[in-house]
């Protein structure tokens, strides 16, 4: 079980580098010399000549690579340009909203999504059953910031229930940090569950085709058990599977609606680099939201050394 | 004679499909009494798997089931779920054909075990523990401690088998079915599972229904054989009567089927007799005898008229115009 | 990692059967197929947002990018069905031309992917270092989430339809070239490969005559939903502005002017959001039709 755990990590560094070398290599990417596109429009000979020494874009490609992950893994993602402010510094200001939508989706994605699919397995071709289908075709025709438009519009402007926009720190009380993160969450996850619940039914229609469904039947097991006993572990590792890979659907989701519930998170972070031509902070983001996504699916492939004994001897 | 423990009457199944009804089983009757050993001899698509699951209610929801079930005298057709799981596992005990894939690959040995005793009886903690030990010593399992924390991966076909068999005896029920239980094991184990079985069965005075296709296995463990073609019963006899003198031609045709070392003579190989043509699909044959396009002896009447079963001599049934003109003439 | 969540998704998604049979799946192909309703219910509503776009000159006389600081923020009325912005620009126009641009990219990033993801997916398994290398960078760049990579692409190159059709296309590739390398891995086991090569065919000729067949419908299937997806992420990123110029209109672009505003005209993110949606459903019932007619036993893999 150690030597599998060891044989993903192993595997997860070539995806790592091959992220860092685009990361890197995006500067370069810029038409024009990047030295000029770094200092803007205002800068002096001399501030061109400076930024491109602290590049190092007078030293080989090889050398700037190396220093610059030498860097990275030091903890030093660079200036931005824009604020002067360390990278890493204004990712972290900006984690805990980001992280809580992202969190708040996932856990609301999968304690809805689960129970879904496994009702609509039980009864195949059963009204939640044909209701999931419909909801699955409707998740994949509607971006998820018209999603959010429009649940705001239920929820905030016409029903006044909630928050329209903006975001409450937990610092400041769990009751206002639930309720400004409730929308967010909401619109990452109505289209999360749909794809959860349709797996989950997958999932389960194929293992309870199972032989060994058949034998627990044949002992007297009912239904309840039958599902949740036996079927619903043997039905986990593609469930997981998906959860983990969607983060990454989930994450470009929640760039984009912190735009439209003005959350002061990392998307809104990233968009205002982007205005700004702000390299470092872009670099940045990237680097470590991929970094991140790397390590939740390998957390998610040492999930199936849990549910499946077969890995472990 | 006592009241079999087992009465199946004119059980007929078909399954509903996009193009109607296809009947699999059309009108089988037998009987199985305490300590005895039937077994339903047929071949792939005769419907002897699908008659084993009607009995236990076992079938997909796209499956007509009509007849009599009488376990005991109860009727079993129509019950309800919750009481039909009542009696599985407790009164009925299933043994399946595939060991590699009927036990839970995530769930420990000593779980699957348990939950068998557990589902019927009330029992936990450590006589729980004691009772599943003792089922798997009962199987032949050396080593059943050990055994009860292993994964079915880590376990052999034949040891497989024994779980199940254990899984299947837990409440010691008075009925045992058996579904091919040697067909995807190895030669030399098979024998030990057919003993097995035999042993059981011996200790407890269950009555075994054996579903096969396999005469060897017919021979070692059967008392009396019914032999399925189409859904329809051709043969049913003891037997010795079978093996001795088979009256039906298709039942011939299978014994003829068999290969025996020193069948032929030294030096010599004898063809393996094989019955021309195929099993008519599900619902194929409409009037008629369904074994008249393969049969040596078709007779004009065969294609006419389906022969029903009809004693043929003192405890044997057959559904040949032949055979029972013959046994008159 | 994402393979088998690629895997995974598919296999299950489309209710896998058992084995398939490569060269039956070759002669099927050419003999008439029955069309399923989703391929025509999609295609309708395909042929009328196209028609929409393609005509939109014909249909209103509008300007899309014509001010009217006095028209501001009208309802729907007899002169502008749809209503007017903050600018006074007419939406209808607006959306009818932002849809030249939304389904321009969406079709354009959609056959550049096809191309050089079965490219990659046809070249990669001749060789196995050559295949470490291709698959590795393909991992690598399905492990960057497709908006970020999008955003990043678009921020080094700055904004311009061109840009985010090439963005697009990059974040797309890796995934069709995971299946298609994926499809050409279980049809290179089968006999019939094997009969070619003995016949002393090459290689390039290989794939190019069995290979490519023999992938194509799922290429078309894929490239169906590609086209799809290129058209979520053009929305999301001209939404957060690192898409189509301003000057451009497209529907991402519409919805982000009418951003601040909503609330008192919600038809300005609500129509075009209509727009894409009916798009985006008739192009992924499309692509479910031609799965059905193409590929019935679900991907291999």
């Known amino acids: ?313 | 004679m006592t009241a079999p423990l087992l009465d199946v009457q004119e059980l007929r199944v078909a399954f509903a499909s996009a193009a109607g009804l296809a009947p699999v089983v059309q009108g089988l009757s037998f009987r199985l009494e305490r300590g005895r050993t039937l077994a339903i001899v047929g071949e792939s698509g005769s419907g002897k798997s699908v008659t084993a699951l009607s009995i236990v209610g076992l079938l997909p929801a796209t499956a007509k089931v009509d007849g009599h079930i009488l376990l005991d005298g109860r009727e079993l057709l129509g019950l309800a779920e919750r009481d039909l799981r009542q009696l599985r596992g407790a009164a009925i005990g299933l043994v399946f054909q595939e060991p590699m894939t009927s036990l839970n690959p995530v769930l420990t040995i000593g779980d699957q075990v348990r939950e068998a005793v557990a589902l019927h009886q009330r029992m936990t903690g450590a006589l729980l523990r004691a009772r599943s030990m003792e089922l798997l010593v009962e199987v032949g399992i050396a080593a059943p401690a050990r055994v009860l924390g292993q994964y079915p991966h880590q376990l052999s076909g034949g040891m497989r088998q024994r779980v199940m068999i254990a899984i299947a005896l837990a409440c010691d029920p008075p009925i045992l079915i058996a579904d091919e239980p040697t067909t995807a094991l190895d030669v030399t184990v098979q024998a030990q599972i057919l003993a097995l079985i035999r042993q059981r069965q011996e200790r407890s005075n269950c009555g075994v229904l054996l579903i096969t296709h396999d005469l060897g296995v017919v021979a070692e463990l059967a008392d009396r054989v019914v032999v399925l073609y189409a859904g329809r019963a051709v043969e049913e006899a003891d037997v010795a009567d079978i093996f001795d003198r088979p009256a039906h031609p298709y039942t011939r045709g299978l014994l003829g089927a068999r290969t025996t070392i020193g069948a032929a003579p030294a030096g010599t190989r004898r063809r393996l007799a094989e019955i021309p043509g195929s099993a008519p699909q599900a619902g194929g044959v409409a009037r008629g005898c369904a074994f008249a396009g393969r049969c040596p002896n078709v007779h004009p009447r065969c294609l006419e008229v389906r022969p029903e079963l009809r004693p043929n001599g003192e405890r044997r049934q057959v559904a040949c115009h032949l055979a029972t003109a013959v046994a008159f003439a | 990692m994402s393979e088998r969540t690629d895997t995974a998704l598919r296999d299950l998604v489309t209710a896998r059967r058992s084995p398939e049979v490569a060269t039956l799946r070759l002669r099927r192909a050419r003999r008439p197929m029955p069309v399923a309703w989703e391929v025509l219910v999609g295609v309708g509503l395909l042929a009328v947002v196209a028609a929409l776009a393609i005509f939109a000159p014909l249909i209103t006389p509008i300007d899309p990018r014509a001010l009217a600081l006095d028209q501001r923020l009208l309802p729907p009325t007899a002169g502008h069905p749809f209503g007017t912005d903050d600018l006074g620009r007419d939406l209808f126009a607006r959306v009818l031309y932002g849809g030249r641009v939304s389904l321009g990219v969406g079709v354009a990033a959609a056959l550049l992917s096809a191309l050089a993801g079965a490219t990659l997916g046809l070249i990669a398994p001749v060789n196995r270092a050559l295949d470490m290398l291709i698959m590795r960078i393909v991992d690598g760049m399905m492990s960057i989430p497709a908006i970020l990579l999008a955003i990043a692409l678009v921020a080094v190159a700055g904004a311009s339809v061109e840009n985010v059709i090439i963005a697009v296309t990059v974040v797309e590739t890796p995934r069709i070239a995971r299946i298609i390398r994926a499809a050409v891995l279980s049809l290179r086991e089968r006999p019939f490969i094997d009969a070619a090569v003995t016949a002393g065919s090459s290689w390039p000729r290989i794939i190019l005559r069995h290979l490519l067949p023999g992938v194509a419908s799922q290429l078309i299937v894929q490239t169906a939903f590609v086209c799809a997806a290129a058209m979520m992420i053009e929305a999301g990123l001209s939404f957060i502005g690192a898409g189509t110029p301003p000057t451009t209109p497209s529907w991402g672009n519409i919805m982000a002017d009418g951003r601040s505003l909503w609330q008192i005209r919600p038809n300005l993110i609500f129509i075009p959001a209509a727009f894409l949606s009916a798009t985006l459903i008739g192009v992924n019932l499309v692509g479910d039709g031609l799965r059905k007619a193409l590929d019935p036993d679900g991907t291999r893999a």
């Not at chain 1, 790592?16 to 990361?23: A, E, K, N, T």
């Not at chain 1, 469930?239 to 989930?250: C, K, Q, R, W």
């Open chain 1, 1 to 313: 079980m150690f030597a599998y755990a060891l044989r993903r990590l192993l595997l997860a560094v070539p995806v790592l580098g091959v992220i860092s070398v685009f990361v890197f290599s995006l500067l370069y990417l810029t038409p024009g010399d990047p030295a000029l596109v770094m200092a803007g429009d205002q800068a002096t000979p001399d501030d061109v000549e400076r930024i491109r020494v602290s590049l190092g874009l007078d030293r080989p490609p090889l050398e700037r690579f190396g220093g610059w992950i030498w860097r990275v893994l030091h903890g030093d993602l660079g200036h931005s340009i824009f604020s002067g402010q360390p990278v890493t510094y204004m990712i972290g200001q900006r984690l805990e909203p980001t992280l809580s939508i992202l969190a708040a989706g996932v856990i609301v994605s999968v304690l809805v999504g689960v129970p879904v699919g496994i009702a609509a397995a039980n009864r195949r071709g059963g009204p939640i059953d044909r209701t999931l289908s419909v909801a699955v075709a409707t998740s994949y025709a509607i971006p998820v910031f018209v999603a959010g438009y429009a649940l705001a519009f239920v929820f905030a402007s016409w029903l006044r229930w909630l928050p329209v926009e903006g975001f409450t720190p937990l610092e400041n009380g769990v009751g206002p940090y639930l309720r400004s993160l409730i929308l967010p969450a909401l619109t990452l996850s109505v289209l999360f569950t749909a794809l959860i619940a349709s797996v989950t039914r997958a999932s389960m229609l194929e293992t309870l085709s199972q032989d060994y469904v058949r034998t627990a039947a044949a002992k007297g097991a009912g239904r309840m058990r039958i599902l949740f006993h036996h079927a619903l572990k043997n039905a986990a590792v593609p469930i997981v599977t998906i959860v983990g890979g969607g983060v990454a659907t989930l994450i470009g989701g929640a760039v984009v609606i912190e735009n439209v519930f003005a959350i002061p998170g990392i998307g809104t972070m990233t968009v205002d680099a982007i205005l700004h031509r702000d390299y470092p902070v872009i670099q940045g983001v990237v680097l470590l939201t991929s970094a991140g996504y790397v390590l939740i699916n390998l957390l998610v492939d040492l999930c199936y050394v849990l549910l499946d004994p077969r890995i472990r001897y």
